[in-house]
């Protein structure tokens, strides 16, 4: 796994604007390379807040959105539509807003689908990417260009809770009951899945997210009490932060700051 580099930014927004002119980079220069990029979204307020700066800023353009396949990396397990889902936020904050193609928009399924629980719901995304790995991904599973993560106070990332047995398994996504953030029941990528990304990052904006932060940069966590931790790409790990979530981080760690 790759060692994490440390971009702190002023504030939320200019996290969020920086972020969005690197992710356009970073799908250019993917669909440069080999005609197609793959991205993995996340929720929650800086997740949200990225993909709305993306739809603002005019570099958007840059990127043959016909040729970009679209996935999460977590899901709550309510029905299509519903506001909490991640799917309906990406939606209205960017999806709607660019020439996707259907078929390349992977949202994971929703409770008023075909699948009755979040354990179906699972197997059958599963499926869908194992469909969608080559000959030269790792396993089952893309090797996705960018795959964003969220993460909670608690160290969580996706719907990875510390100390539950979905961190302890090696499928590639798995139903999640009982998580100890409403709504409770969800669907996620694991930490194999995660890992199969060529950069991950990791987007932390607010005092509240400082502990977790110097948490999963602490050498000596462990993924399964600081889901966070074990976020790593193969080819490059980002912790993009504003400064107060950076306020705490390790000693040693080093930082690039940003005006």
Same mark, same amino acid.
């Given at each position: 796994?790759?060692?994490?580099?440390?971009?702190?930014?002023?504030? #939320?927004?200019?996290?969020?604007?920086?972020?969005?002119?690197?992710?356009?980079?970073?799908?250019?220069?993917?669909?440069?390379?080999?005609?197609?990029?793959?991205? *993995?979204?996340?929720?929650?307020? *800086?997740?949200?807040?990225?993909?709305?700066?993306?739809?603002?800023?005019?570099?958007?353009?840059?990127?043959?959105?016909?040729?970009?396949? %679209?996935?999460?990396?977590? @899901?709550?397990? &309510?029905?299509?539509?519903?506001?909490?889902?991640?799917?309906?936020?990406?939606?209205?904050?960017?999806?709607?807003?660019?020439?996707?193609?259907?078929?390349?928009?992977?949202?994971?399924?929703?409770?008023?689908?075909? $699948?009755? $629980?979040? @354990?179906?719901?699972?197997?059958?995304?599963? @499926? @869908?990417?194992?469909?969608?790995?080559?000959?030269?991904?790792?396993?089952?599973?893309?090797?996705?260009?960018?795959?964003?993560?969220?993460?909670?106070? $608690?160290?969580?990332?996706?719907?990875?809770?510390?100390?539950?047995?979905?961190?302890?398994?090696?499928?590639?996504?798995?139903?999640?009951?009982?998580?100890?953030?409403?709504?409770?029941?969800? %669907?996620? &990528?694991?930490?194999?899945? &995660?890992?199969?990304?060529?950069?991950?990052?990791?987007?932390?904006?607010?005092?509240?997210?400082?502990?977790? *932060?110097?948490?999963?940069?602490?050498?000596?966590?462990?993924?399964? #009490?600081?889901?966070?931790?074990?976020?790593?790409?193969?080819?490059?790990? &980002?912790?993009?932060?504003?400064?107060?979530?950076?306020?705490?981080?390790?000693?040693?760690?080093?930082?690039?700051?940003?005006?």
């Amino acid at each position: 796994m790759s060692t994490p580099t440390v971009l702190v930014h002023r504030d #939320q927004e200019l996290l969020a604007k920086a972020a969005a002119a690197r992710l356009v980079t970073r799908i250019v220069d993917a669909q440069a390379a080999r005609g197609t990029a793959s991205v *993995v979204l996340t929720g929650g307020g *800086v997740g949200t807040a990225v993909l709305a700066a993306l739809n603002a800023t005019p570099a958007r353009d840059a990127i043959d959105w016909r040729k970009l396949d %679209v996935w999460w990396g977590d @899901e709550r397990f &309510l029905p299509t539509g519903d506001p909490e889902r991640n799917e309906t936020g990406a939606r209205a904050a960017l999806l709607d807003h660019v020439e996707l193609d259907p078929a390349r928009v992977h949202p994971m399924p929703a409770s008023d689908g075909p $699948d009755a $629980d979040p @354990e179906a719901a699972a197997a059958r995304y599963a @499926e @869908e990417l194992r469909r969608a790995a080559r000959p030269e991904d790792h396993g089952p599973v893309p090797s996705f260009d960018v795959l964003m993560l969220g993460v909670g106070p $608690d160290a969580h990332v996706a719907s990875l809770f510390p100390e539950m047995p979905a961190l302890y398994d090696d499928r590639p996504v798995v139903g999640v009951r009982g998580a100890p953030k409403p709504p409770p029941t969800r %669907v996620s &990528l694991t930490l194999h899945a &995660l890992r199969a990304a060529r950069d991950v990052w990791v987007l932390a904006a607010g005092e509240s997210k400082a502990k977790a *932060v110097r948490l999963g940069l602490s050498p000596e966590a462990g993924p399964v #009490q600081v889901p966070v931790a074990g976020a790593r790409g193969r080819r490059s790990t &980002l912790f993009l932060l504003d400064r107060a979530a950076a306020a705490e981080l390790p000693p040693g760690i080093e930082r690039i700051a940003s005006p």
